[in-house]
């Protein structure tokens, strides 16, 4: 695929993620993630707490709690439950990943992320890179 072409699917793509975030009840950030393999997109996700769970995502002073899934982590974990798979695929996401699930996303067999804003410990990132892992920060997905 041509690069302008990709550039456009990408930011489709980003936009679609963005729209998921706002499922989220989390209060402090909504995130959310697509996962795309063989043009087709095969899992979705958001930040959010576990099924079952009350989806108050923060306590009393405004903290995160410990088991609220990030969005990459929801979607890789509905991939899972299906009959389909991360190999080779593509991850998009508004928030570029933390440590914990840029692990995971390297696990999963995902080839490629592209995301929109920076997390403030980019670590992930770096970990990915050094993995083999394409990234791609794509800060504007404006329509042109």
Same mark, same amino acid.
């Given at each position: 695929?041509?690069? !302008?072409?990709?550039?456009? *699917?990408?930011?489709? *793509? ?9 499922? !989220?009840?989390? !209060? ?17 996700? &958001? ?45 998009? @996401? ?7 699930? /840029? ?10 992320? @592209?995301? %929109?804003?920076? &997390?403030?410990?980019? /670590?992930? @990132? ?10 791609? %920060?794509?800060? !504007?997905?404006?329509?042109?």
């Amino acid at each position: 695929m041509d690069k !302008s072409k990709q550039l456009r *699917y990408d930011m489709a *793509y980003l936009r679609l993620a963005l729209s998921w975030a706002s499922l !989220s009840h989390c !209060s402090r950030k909504k995130v959310g993630a697509i996962i795309v393999k063989d043009s087709m997109i095969i899992s979705d996700g &958001y930040n959010g707490t576990p099924s079952g769970f009350d989806n108050c995502c923060e306590n009393d002073l405004g903290e995160t709690h410990w088991y609220v899934l990030h969005a990459e982590a929801n979607a890789i974990l509905k991939v899972a439950k299906s009959s389909n798979n991360c190999k080779g695929s593509t991850l998009y @996401v508004t928030l570029s990943p933390c440590k914990d699930c /840029s692990k995971l996303i390297l696990q999963a067999g995902i080839k490629r992320v @592209v995301f %929109q804003k920076a &997390y403030k410990d980019v /670590s992930g @990132v770096d970990f990915l890179i050094s993995s083999g892992v394409e990234v791609q %920060q794509i800060e !504007s997905i404006d329509e042109e």
